[in-house]
C-alpha cells in the first residue's frame, strides 16, 4: 500500500459540536422570556412553530412560525450563547401572522415559539432540533 | 362494514406448505421438492386493485445469500414490537415452523445449514416472474419501487446505475422513491431521473435553496386502476444530508415534513384519490408514527430498514407492509376500494427462493447483458471464508468484523471504525469469495478508507451520536442505520440511557486497557461524510486483506456488552 501516515485524513473537526452550552444561556433564554410576557401563562395552542426534527444544516435550520390573530411571535434557540433570534411583528393589516427563516444552532437543542395573541394572551409552542455527526446511513 | 382483520390472510405464502420438513432435514432435494413456484405464488385474487412492492435491492440483480439479523432492539413505544423480535421469538410470534422456508427466509438461526437446503434467494429475473404471475391475474396491477435500487454492486458502481436502470425498466415500475440513487450526485440522478419512463415521487424531496418542493420529484401521481382512483404519494428517506455526504446533492433538502405529508393527503382526496398509497423509504418505526400522526393514507409501503413482516402492521386505518431488501422478497397486496373508501386487504409477502420460483427468460438477458463487459472482474475469487459472513445486526456482524480487522492489519491502525449499513449479501462457510461479493458489501461513492487520530473523547462523541440515531426513544430521530461497527475497540451500552451516558468503559482491545480521554489514537475508517476524505477505496483493502488471508475465519465478536436491552 503506497499511502502514508501522512496522507491521512482528519475528520472534519466542524463537526465537533459544543456539547455542554453554558448556564448562562438558559438564564438569558428566561430573562428574554419574561421580558416578552411579564410572567404571563403560556398557553399550549394558538401557535404553531415547524423545524426539522434533525438539522441537515446546523448553521442554517429553516424554521417557521405561525400563529393566527398574533401581534408578535418571538422565536429563542435556548441553547444558543445568545438565545434570543428574532421577534416577529404583526401589523393589524398584516395577511396572516406567520414568518419563516433560518436560524443557527449550536447544537441539539429546544427551539421556543412565543405568540402574543390577539386578546393579549400568550402561547407557546417547542420543537427539539437535533444537530449530529451523521454518517452511516441504512 | 368488514373488518381489515376479516380479510387478512395470514399471508407467508410459505407458511402454508411445509410441516413435513421437520428440523434437521434440510437436503436440498427434499427443501426443493416440498416448494413449488405455484404454491409460493398462489394467491386468491381479492377486491379490486392488486400493489406490488419492492423495496431496498441495492442493486443485487443476480441470487443471493442474506441473513436477516439476530440482534434488533426496539426502544421506546417499539420494545418488543416487530420488526424488533428476530429468530425463535419471531417464529413463534408468527407461528413459523422451526427448518421451514419461512424460517429459512424470514429470521436467524441455523442460517449456514438452512442456505445449504434451500439455496439463494432473489434475481431480478426470478422477481420478474413473480410480477409477471401477478400481472397475469391482475393486468393493471401498480408495481412500485421504494428506493435504494441504484446503489450497492460493482456493475451499479461502474456503471452509475445504469444497470439498475436497464434491468428495473424491463419490469416496468409505476412508480419510485429514493434513497441512496442521491450518492451517485445530484447531476446523474437528475439525468436518469429526467428520462425515467414512470413517476419519480417525493413530497418531502425539496429544494434546498428555497425550501420549497423540488420540481424535478413531484410529491405524488394519481392512477387510475380497477375503476379505483389511487394516488401514490412518495416519501423519501428524510435524512439523507445527514447519513450519507450531503455535499454530493447540495441542491436538495429532506426531512419527515408530516404537516406536508398530511397537506399532500388532504390535497388528492379533495380531488377525487379513493385509495391513497404512500411509497415510502422512512425506516418501519418512522412509518409507524407518522401513520398516527397524518390521516388519510390508507397503505404505507415501507422501505429502508429491511425488514421482512409476513403480515402488516395497522396503525389506525392504516396499513403499514415492510418487504425486506436485497430481491429477497416481493409483497402483493391486494385491495378492496369501495365507495371511496378501502373496505378489506389481502397480503402475501413472496419470498424469492431462487432455485423454485423459474427466471424470466427476458430479463435474465438483460441481467447478463449489463454485466458482460465485467464479468472477468466479477467472478475472480480473492479467497475462501470458513466462517458465515453476515452484516445485519445492531452491533456487529461476522462481515464488518472482517472488514474492519482489513482495516486494522493493511491500514495499522489501533481502532477500526465501519459504518453501520443494512445493505449487504451474506457468504456461507466454505464459500469462495469473489471480487463480486467483496463489492456487494462495501460499493458506494464515497468509500475512502481513511486513517486519521481520533482523541478517546472525539471517539465517545462519534460513539455517542451514532447510538441516538438508532436508540433515541423518539423514531423521528432516528437515521435508520445500526450502530457503527468498531474494531480493536470495546464498550458497554446502556441503550435506555440519554445520549452522553450510553456508551461506557470504552476499552482498547489491543492492551485491554480503557480509552484514555486525552490520547490520541490511530483510527481507520471508511464512508465518511465529510468531503475531502482521502485514502484507498474500502474494496481494495479488504481485497488486499483476504488475499494475504487466503482462507479467512473470524472470532466470535464479544467487544460490545448490551444492556438494558
Not at chain 2, 481494495?540 to 475465519?553: F, K, M, P
Request: glycine fraction near 10%; aromatic fraction near 8%; charged fraction near 20%.
Amino acid at each position: 500500500m503506497e499511502l502514508t501516515r501522512r496522507q491521512a485524513i482528519a475528520l472534519g473537526a466542524g463537526a465537533l459540536l459544543a456539547a455542554h452550552l453554558p448556564h448562562t444561556a438558559y438564564a438569558a433564554g428566561e430573562e428574554a422570556i419574561q421580558a416578552f410576557t411579564g410572567g404571563a401563562a403560556l398557553a399550549d395552542t394558538g401557535i404553531t412553530l415547524t423545524a426539522p426534527e434533525i438539522a441537515e444544516n446546523g448553521n442554517t435550520v429553516p424554521i417557521e412560525v405561525s400563529a393566527p390573530g398574533a401581534s408578535e411571535i418571538m422565536v429563542l434557540a435556548l441553547g444558543n450563547p445568545t438565545p434570543p433570534v428574532a421577534t416577529f411583528k404583526f401589523g393589524p393589516l398584516a395577511a396572516s401572522q406567520s414568518a419563516s427563516t433560518r436560524i443557527r444552532l449550536a447544537g441539539t437543542q429546544d427551539v421556543l415559539a412565543i405568540a402574543r395573541l390577539a386578546d393579549g394572551s400568550f402561547a407557546q409552542a417547542k420543537a427539539t432540533v437535533k444537530v449530529t455527526i451523521g454518517g452511516c446511513g441504512g | 362494514m368488514i373488518s381489515r382483520r376479516d380479510f387478512l390472510q395470514t399471508g407467508m405464502a410459505a407458511s402454508a406448505i411445509l410441516g413435513t420438513s421437520g428440523f434437521g432435514n434440510w437436503g436440498r432435494l427434499a427443501a426443493q421438492q416440498a416448494l413449488t413456484q405455484d404454491q409460493l405464488l398462489q394467491f386468491d385474487t381479492f377486491g379490486n386493485v392488486s400493489l406490488i412492492h419492492v423495496t431496498d435491492i441495492h442493486a443485487q440483480l443476480k441470487p443471493i445469500y442474506f441473513r436477516e439479523p439476530s440482534v434488533n432492539i426496539g426502544v421506546g413505544p417499539n420494545k418488543g414490537k416487530v420488526p424488533h423480535v428476530t429468530g425463535a421469538d419471531f417464529r413463534r410470534l408468527y407461528g413459523i415452523e422451526d427448518g421451514s422456508p419461512s424460517h429459512y427466509a424470514l429470521s436467524s438461526g441455523d442460517f449456514a445449514a438452512l442456505a445449504q437446503g434451500y439455496g439463494r434467494v432473489g434475481g431480478l429475473d426470478r422477481v420478474s416472474t413473480v410480477i409477471n404471475q401477478i400481472r397475469s391475474e391482475r393486468p393493471d396491477a401498480l408495481l412500485l419501487d421504494g428506493g435504494d435500487t441504484w446503489h450497492g454492486s460493482y456493475t451499479c458502481y461502474h456503471t452509475q446505475g445504469q444497470d439498475m436502470v436497464n434491468v428495473m425498466n424491463a419490469l416496468k415500475p409505476d412508480a419510485m422513491t429514493f434513497h441512496w440513487e442521491f450518492t451517485l450526485g445530484s447531476d446523474r440522478v437528475n439525468e436518469i431521473v429526467e428520462n425515467l419512463p414512470f413517476a419519480a415521487l417525493g413530497q418531502n424531496i425539496f429544494d434546498a435553496e428555497w425550501d420549497e418542493p423540488a420540481e424535478l420529484f413531484p410529491p405524488y401521481r394519481f392512477f387510475e386502476r380497477g375503476g379505483v382512483r389511487i394516488a401514490v404519494i412518495g416519501q423519501a428517506f428524510p435524512y439523507m444530508p445527514i447519513a450519507n455526504p450531503g455535499w454530493m446533492f447540495p441542491e436538495y433538502a429532506f426531512g419527515i415534513r408530516d404537516e406536508h405529508m398530511q397537506e399532500m393527503v388532504d390535497e388528492v382526496r379533495a380531488q377525487g384519490a379513493e385509495l391513497v398509497v404512500c411509497l415510502s423509504h422512512n425506516g418501519f418505526d418512522v412509518d409507524k408514527k407518522m401513520a398516527g400522526i397524518v390521516g388519510g393514507i390508507d397503505v404505507i409501503l415501507s422501505g429502508h430498514t429491511h425488514d421482512a413482516l409476513p403480515e402488516p402492521v395497522l396503525v389506525g386505518e392504516t396499513i403499514i407492509v415492510a418487504s425486506g431488501s436485497n430481491g429477497k422478497f416481493v409483497s402483493r397486496v391486494d385491495l378492496d376500494v369501495r365507495d371511496g373508501r378501502m373496505m378489506g386487504f389481502r397480503h402475501k409477502l413472496i419470498p424469492i427462493f431462487s432455485d423454485v420460483i423459474a427466471p424470466d427468460p427476458a430479463v435474465t438477458a438483460v441481467i447478463d447483458e449489463q454485466r458482460a463487459p465485467f464479468t472477468e472482474h466479477l467472478s475472480e475469487v480473492i479467497g475462501q471464508s470458513d466462517a458465515l459472513l453476515y452484516r445485519r445486526g445492531n452491533f456487529n456482524g461476522t462481515w464488518d468484523d472482517l472488514i474492519c480487522d482489513a482495516l486494522l492489519t493493511q491500514r495499522e491502525a489501533e481502532i477500526a471504525l465501519s459504518p453501520g449499513v443494512r445493505w449487504g449479501p451474506s457468504i456461507l462457510p466454505g464459500q469462495d469469495i469473489t471480487r463480486e461479493d467483496i463489492w456487494n458489501v462495501t460499493s458506494m461513492t464515497y468509500p475512502e478508507a481513511y486513517r486519521t487520530e481520533m482523541t478517546g473523547e472525539f471517539l465517545h462523541v462519534v460513539l455517542e451520536d451514532v447510538a441516538d440515531n438508532l436508540f433515541n426513544p423518539d423514531p423521528y430521530y432516528q437515521q435508520g442505520g445500526d450502530m457503527v461497527r468498531t474494531g480493536g475497540l470495546g464498550y458497554r451500552i446502556d441503550i435506555t440511557q440519554p445520549q452522553g451516558s450510553r456508551i461506557t468503559e470504552l476499552t482498547l482491545l489491543k492492551t485491554g486497557e480503557r480509552i484514555d480521554p486525552a490520547r490520541s489514537y490511530q483510527v481507520a475508517g471508511w464512508a465518511s461524510v465529510n468531503e475531502g476524505t482521502e485514502g484507498p477505496p474500502i474494496w481494495d483493502v479488504v481485497e488486499d486483506h483476504i488475499r494475504a488471508q487466503g482462507t479467512v475465519s473470524v472470532t466470535p465478536n464479544t467487544s460490545v456488552d448490551v444492556v438494558g436491552a
